[in-house]
């Protein structure tokens, strides 16, 4: 049966990507947008590492591709250490994330399916738990625009709670090794994209109190005669729980199904679950579950935080990090989806599932609140400074307040609801609440539904938004029909009923909102942009990251989340960008359109002291004291005379590179004077001269320097961080530690 639910997973991913059957190797885009994250830092980091392994036979500890170089280790968009991801090291990257993108989805339904099952829902309502999770058309959107590390994360989401679910069930001696493990999956996510983290881990932690003060209550309740029954809100095929009552309906696969809990009590004779957890116990699991996510975690974690400190994000002001909250105006949007809209603000979750949750919501269905809640908080924290929570959460909680967009926290709201949606489906096929209100329910929903439609009709005569309403009122009533059948049969078909409504619900809009492109042309720069050891500079994001990274180019603008503030301090004066805002670009984009003129204002020795010997614009450049050599392709190129080699010497004296590569460099120069990198200092460079290590100095503010003494010397410079050496020997001491729980469990 497992087999056969995996499949069913794996069956539906590749409708919620349609669009990429015809062209595996394409681009997933968001229909709006021009440009994708996939392209812009995944699909590069991914062709440098495999450049780095194949050139050089080095993991890369600095990315000197963008930005004229960053710690590439302690960067959380690299990749480096989630292995699924190293499958876009080997194969052709767009091939690679989108079968990665495909089997995560499967991965999630199927972890969604399984989470269902644990919390009491019946397998065919679980199933449409995992469809409405996998195909959630804001997941499905946030790969249109490339954030695939962000929706990997959000897809561990249910074996994260699983693993906590069943730390929360162990009452023996296992316990804390349940809770290492359960941390140990809070730390993949981490590991995969630290954006998820502390959302993951903020759900985990109000699961597994929710979960244990359950336990605690039903213990109570029951006297700890019936526990087993009272405290577990199960409802498997062939068992209903309902309160202390346990009804068999005598389904043949009763005996076959049994939840974990129970069997243990069986098999084991103990009553350490009619007892439950005392709350000490359970805080102790919950501090090991976080020593353990720490602890597998601060192999990017460490050297991230040392990155972090030294950025343009360290300082995030609350206005910074709430720019993009959710507008009240989009919270109707939960009735009915805006097709094509931006998926950072798409709220709607299926009406189909919103119809079941409301359902649950109305029916005695155990467990229900929690779920509310979490929708709830997530919708409030998605407002952003609109209301005083997310700057309250922002106080309480480290690091919430260094997470930008607010209504990636919706995330979690669509997976409540997912949850809710399961758990009214099972209310109604066991009987647990009358057709009546049913009826009542999706009758009130339609009409509301219908009425915001003719809203918009009336005020905007927007056909595209009226139609919206009308498809989703249209979807309710057939919910409601197919609700009562489903309380009459109850049989499997009503199940594949569901399951089908559910996939053309959302399936209408995930195909609405993205749409497959071909990947870069990466032929696209001329030879004559190619600055072998010089870098690059584009006002007018004319250089994309993609195809500089295949024509070995090496950028000093670029884009990324993480940018050193010295860095972007030295830019501003370099080219006369303003800094009053944090900005993910470099140089900022005051109108959002990188094709738009924003005051290119260059000064040509501070450029060429980090070696820009190009400049290419999307429009002309005059008046500058650049010399204009060609327009090509749309594109105007210049040359900047002032530029420097990548290395000199004070003194005037030339210098010989012998080695050059992202961790090691190796130069020839001769004293005595000082010796220049046109390189971004960072804590972990060190210098050798002729063997000896050497104080590392900065010149302008920016770059490595070393004093020579007199004659000839080789020179050695390289990346040793000390911050990702303390997060490896944590998270492989951590790493240790759970393989020995696993053996031994």
């Known amino acids: 049966m497992t087999a056969a639910i995996a499949f069913i997973f794996l069956f539906s991913g590749l409708i919620w990507l349609a669009p990429l059957i015809g062209d595996p190797s394409g681009v997933l885009y968001w229909r709006g947008g021009a440009y994708s994250d996939l392209l812009i830092s995944h699909w590069p980091n991914a062709a440098f590492v495999r450049r780095s392994l194949i050139e050089w036979g080095q993991v890369p500890l600095w990315n ?15 990749g480096l250490f989630y292995p699924p991801n190293w499958l876009a090291f080997v194969l052709n990257p767009g091939v690679a994330f989108n079968l990665l993108a495909w089997l995560h989805i499967a991965w999630g339904g199927f972890g969604m399916w399984k989470l269902a099952r644990s919390l009491g829902i019946t397998s065919g309502p679980a199933i449409v738990t995992g469809l409405a999770f996998a195909g959630m058309p804001k997941l499905i959107g946030h790969l249109g625009l490339g954030h695939v590390s962000l929706v990997f994360a959000v897809y561990w989401t249910p074996w994260v709670l699983l693993a906590f679910e069943a730390a929360v069930r162990e009452m023996n001696g296992r316990r804390l090794a349940s809770a290492a493990l359960a941390g140990g999956a809070l730390g993949l996510v981490f590991l995969i994209d630290p954006r998820w983290y502390l959302p993951s881990a903020l759900l985990s932690g109000a699961f597994a109190v929710w979960r244990f003060a359950h336990s605690q209550r039903a213990v109570t309740e029951d006297g700890g005669k019936n526990a087993t029954t009272a405290g577990l809100e199960v409802s498997t095929p062939g068992l209903q729980a309902r309160g202390r009552e346990l009804q068999f309906e005598g389904r043949e696969d009763s005996g076959a199904e049994r939840l974990p809990a129970l069997e243990r009590s069986q098999s084991e004779g103990n009553l350490t679950w009619e007892r439950g957890m005392k709350w000490k116990r359970a805080a102790s699991s919950l501090i090991v579950a976080g020593f353990m996510s720490l602890s597998i975690s601060a192999v990017l974690a460490i050297p991230m935080g040392e990155f972090l400190s030294l950025s343009t994000r360290a300082n995030l002001s609350l206005t910074d990090s709430t720019a993009l909250g959710l507008p009240p105006a989009y919270l109707p949007n939960v009735l009915a989806p805006e097709y094509a809209g931006w998926p950072e603000w798409q709220v709607y979750a299926g009406a189909g599932v919103l119809f079941l949750a409301l359902i649950a919501l109305s029916s005695r269905a155990p467990g229900k609140w929690f779920w509310v809640g979490v929708v709830t908080v997530s919708f409030v924290l998605a407002l952003g400074d609109l209301t005083p929570v997310y700057g309250l959460v922002s106080g309480l909680v480290p690091g919430f307040g260094q997470l930008r967009v607010p209504p990636r926290i919706l995330f979690l709201s669509s997976f409540a609801l997912a949850m809710l949606a399961g758990m009214g489906l099972d209310e109604v096929i066991n009987g647990g609440i009358d057709l009546k209100k ?16 003719l809203g918009y009709w009336i005020r905007n005569q927007a056909a595209l938004r009226t139609a919206a309403y009308v498809v989703s009122a249209a979807l309710v009533g057939l919910s409601v029909i197919w609700t009562g059948i489903s309380a009459r049969r109850r049989s499997r078909w009503s199940i594949a009923g569901w399951c089908l409504l559910i996939v053309l619900d959302l399936g209408l809009v995930n195909l609405a909102t993205v749409e497959v492109r071909p990947g870069p042309d ?36 670029g884009i990324n989340p993480l940018q050193l503030a010295s860095y972007s301090a030295y830019m501003s004066r370099a080219t006369g960008f303003s800094q009053r805002e944090y900005s993910v670009t470099l140089p ?22 980090l070696s820009i010997s190009q400049v290419v614009s999307a429009y002309p450049i005059t008046e500058t004291g650049l010399e204009f050599e060609r327009r090509e392709n749309g594109r105007y190129y210049y040359r900047n005379p002032q530029a420097r080699p990548r290395a000199w010497a004070e003194a005037g004296e030339p210098v010989e590179v012998l080695e050059w590569t992202p961790n090691r460099i190796l130069l020839r120069a001769a004293g005595p004077g000082r010796l220049v990198l046109s390189e971004v200092a960072y804590p972990g460079w060190e210098v050798e001269i002729d063997g000896d290590r050497a104080a590392l100095d900065e010149y302008e503010g920016l770059l490595r320097a070393v004093q020579l003494g007199s004659g000839e010397h080789e020179v050695e410079f390289n990346f040793r961080s000390k911050s990702l050496m303390a997060g490896a020997l944590v998270t492989l001491l951590g790493l240790i530690l759970l393989a020995s729980i696993s053996i031994r469990r």
């Open 588 to 609: 900022p984009f005051p109108e959002g359109d990188p094709q738009v003129e924003w005051g290119f204002n260059p000064d040509l020795t501070l450029m060429g002291k």
């Open 522 to 557: 990466l032929a696209g720069l001329s030879a004559g942009a190619e600055a072998g050891n010089q870098r690059a500079f584009s006002p007018s994001f004319s250089l994309p990251q993609p195809n500089a990274a295949a024509a070995g180019m090496e950028l000093a603008d």
């Open 438 to 453: 049913i009826r009542i329910i999706g009758g009130a929903l339609a009409c509301i539904t219908l009425a915001l439609g």
């Open 64 to 78: 000197p591709m963008i930005l004229s170089g960053a710690p590439f280790a302690a960067d959380p968009l690299s």
